[in-house]
């Protein structure tokens, strides 16, 4: 049939007026499961409780579901699985069905593409609480079909403007670090045009968590992740967590710590806390002045080293496992917490924040004036920094020893970050060196009370 032009330039034909296509997705799809303890969010069970890890999953549903309502499209369905009871309001709701994450997927596409055919349908999770309206609204470019993939090989939205659908998920292995590429091969093989939408991260695990509450710290999900973790620490202690982990480390069990940007601010180097004094650790016991105060000593290489160079030497830690390696070495060492009473204080000599224990607690700050309230007036203060002189960041770093883990709060401190922050607390860069031969490659700041 041939279209036609009314005098106002509006097209028609014999049948009304033509619709222009939509270019953006005019039906959105969120395929969710109600958020119950046990069932939601499993994977973030290896920080929190399934009660907390539930309300994280409902709070991570509840944004994406904020942010559907709020976007402009013709229908909006919740293919839900469980009791739709609270969820529901401003949404067409369909139920899931059975099978596998391809049948779910399937049905629900043949189920608004049946009513809506050609229309861009966009179906998204409930694991991207910090999707926006925007993205939702993405232009489709003239593609027939969008996906966006996710940072671990999945993906976080698929649209599709025709079907059937069912050949489009039939065969893709889901939930692995290869379902996102699987699933653009098969929308080429089946001839779609396709566009790569923004990637996205969804929240599986704890690392994920708090890398969306940091990105976006305004979102419902992100103040619930803050509040379980002030709460988690106030009542479990950091001092605790790491005595605990620190115990089964210094039994030989392997140490990692990770971050959710991999970053290792403790540049763990576990062997090196049980073998000797070596040539950088003996720089240090050179320029030390007697008698010296190590805090976080572990095994006690360093207090060995300083007692064997005739330099009268103490060693402090909150592992018991540390602190009996150290008194059998003969080099003296107490259990004691840095921020409880210690001996001889505003008396040493010398104080140690040796490895990367001026990160300890995320408060450099802090450590540094418990240092200077240890030390005598003129007496030093060597900390081991980290290898970039200007790095200056706090982490949340995930400790893990044997079967005791815990997040706990940890700095990285270059050499001129150091020195910056010594000036606030009266105190002056004496020397600075660096030296080889340590596998964490870190430089050293000395520095001295005014």
């Given at each position: 049939m041939t279209a036609v032009t009314t005098g106002l330039g509006a097209p028609f034909d014999d049948l009304g007026p033509v619709r222009r296509p939509v270019d953006r997705a005019e039906?959105?799809?969120?395929?969710?499961?109600?958020?119950?303890?046990?069932?939601?969010?499993?994977?973030?069970?290896?920080?929190?409780?399934?009660?907390?890890?539930?309300?994280?999953?409902?709070?991570?549903?509840?944004?994406?579901?904020?942010?559907?309502?709020?976007?402009?499209?013709?229908?909006?369905?919740?293919?839900?699985?469980?009791?739709?009871?609270?969820?529901?309001?401003?949404?067409?709701?369909?139920?899931?069905?059975?099978?596998?994450?391809?049948?779910?997927?399937g049905r629900a596409f043949d189920h608004a593409l049946a009513d809506a055919a050609d229309a861009p349908t966009l179906l998204i999770a409930m694991d991207t609480p910090q999707v926006t309206r925007e993205l939702l609204a993405t232009s489709w470019d003239g593609a027939d079909a969008v996906i966006g993939l996710t940072e671990d090989g999945g993906y976080w939205a698929i649209g599709l403007r025709r079907g059937p659908a069912p050949e489009v998920f039939a065969?893709?292995?889901?939930?692995?670090?290869?379902?996102?590429?699987?699933?653009?091969?098969?929308?080429?093989d089946l001839g779609y045009q396709v566009k790569l939408l923004p990637p996205l991260r969804d929240v599986d695990t704890p690392d994920d968590a708090e890398r969306i509450a940091a990105d976006r710290p305004h979102l419902g999900f992100s103040r619930l992740y803050r509040q379980l973790i002030t709460d988690?620490?106030?009542?479990?202690?950091?001092?605790?967590?790491?005595?605990?982990?620190?115990?089964?480390?210094?039994?030989?069990?392997?140490?990692?710590?990770?971050?959710?940007?991999?970053?290792?601010?403790?540049?763990?180097?576990?062997?090196?806390?049980?073998?000797?004094?070596?040539?950088?650790?003996?720089?240090?016991?050179?320029?030390?002045?007697?008698?010296?105060?190590?805090?976080?000593?572990?095994?006690?290489?360093?207090?060995?080293?300083?007692?064997?160079?005739?330099?009268?030497?103490?060693?402090?830690?909150?592992?018991?496992?540390?602190?009996?390696?150290?008194?059998?070495?003969?080099?003296?060492?107490?259990?004691?917490?840095?921020?409880?009473?210690?001996?001889?204080?505003?008396?040493?000599?010398?104080?140690?924040l040796m490895d990367s224990n001026l990160g300890l607690g995320g408060d450099p700050d802090r450590l540094l004036r418990r240092c200077a309230a240890l030390v005598a007036p003129g007496g030093l203060i060597i900390c081991e920094t980290d290898p970039e002189p200007y790095a200056d960041e706090t982490h949340r770093v995930l400790l893990r020893a044997g079967t005791a883990s815990g997040r706990v709060r940890w700095a990285r401190i270059g050499i001129e970050a150091l020195a910056a922050r010594a000036r606030r607390h009266n105190l002056v860069v004496a020397e600075r060196w660096s030296a080889g031969g340590r596998t964490c490659r870190a430089a050293h700041a000395l520095a001295t009370r005014r």
């Open positions: 039906v959105i799809i969120v395929l969710a499961k109600e958020p119950l303890p046990g069932r939601a969010k499993t994977r973030l069970q290896s920080e929190f409780t399934s009660e907390q890890a539930s309300a994280l999953a409902a709070a991570a549903l509840t944004d994406t579901l904020d942010v559907v309502r709020a976007t402009p499209v013709r229908r909006k369905i919740l293919a839900w699985e469980g009791d739709p009871e609270h969820w529901g309001r401003g949404f067409e709701l369909i139920d899931q069905g059975s099978g596998g994450l391809a049948d779910r997927l065969s893709i292995p889901m939930s692995t670090d290869r379902t996102g590429a699987a699933q653009v091969a098969r929308l080429l988690r620490d106030a009542t479990a202690g950091a001092s605790v967590d790491l005595h605990r982990i620190f115990d089964h480390a210094y039994h030989g069990r392997s140490l990692e710590a990770k971050t959710v940007d991999g970053v290792d601010p403790l540049r763990i180097a576990a062997d090196l806390w049980h073998r000797p004094a070596d040539a950088v650790d003996r720089l240090v016991v050179a320029r030390c002045q007697p008698p010296v105060l190590d805090l976080g000593c572990g095994p006690g290489r360093m207090v060995a080293a300083l007692t064997e160079s005739g330099r009268s030497a103490l060693g402090v830690d909150v592992s018991s496992v540390a602190v009996g390696a150290s008194n059998r070495r003969g080099a003296p060492t107490l259990r004691r917490d840095l921020s409880g009473p210690l001996p001889g204080e505003g008396r040493w000599g010398t104080v140690l």
